[in-house]
């Protein structure tokens, strides 16, 4: 059994000009918001045994909250240019390269490739996740290679947003 846990990353500064799309912060209400969403992973005993990471900066910090909240160490943390605004097709095939002996992955990324993943994985039909939303889903395989929407089943979406 392998599980995918498919995070957003938190409110960001609007673009700007001057600002690299890569390096656009996490803004007060996504801070706020991705610590909620840490805290209901903690208080439902998540602990995934890694990070998979894109690496703009509204990513890495919030990674870096639900890391502090969850009390992972830094060493389960893989930060990728690879997952930088991926389409579902990468994402899935960043996903199944993972080690087998991983039973559990937390993928901290963009829209709309995060949401297209879910879609396909979960055989559910969102518009978009919202920012700081997290969907934990189950796949009843063995090894991330074979993970896809057949066997799988969306065990939780949470998101503080209404």
């Known amino acids: 059994m392998k599980t995918l846990y498919i995070v957003r990353h938190g409110k960001a500064q609007p673009r700007a000009e001057g600002i690299k799309d890569l390096d656009r ?3 007060p209400t996504g801070i706020e918001r991705t610590r909620k969403t840490a805290l ?3 208080k439902i005993g998540i602990k995934p045994n890694m990070v998979l990471c894109s690496d703009a900066l509204r990513c890495r910090e919030t990674a870096t909250i639900l890391m502090a909240n969850l009390l992972l160490p830094k060493s389960v943390q893989k930060i990728s240019s690879e997952l930088y605004l991926a389409e579902q097709k990468s994402l899935l095939a960043i996903v199944q390269k993972q080690d087998d002996g991983l039973d559990s992955i937390m993928l901290v ?4 490739g995060l949401c297209d993943l879910f879609n396909e994985a979960s055989a559910m039909s969102l518009d978009k996740l919202p920012t700081s939303s997290v969907a934990g889903i189950v796949f009843q395989v063995d090894s991330w290679k074979e993970i896809d929407s057949k066997a ?4 939780f979406l949470y998101s503080d947003k209404h």
């Open 152 to 155: 799988s089943e969306v065990v």
């Open 109 to 112: 990324a963009h829209d709309p």
């Open 40 to 42: 209901w992973l903690k």
């Open 25 to 27: 912060a996490l803004i």
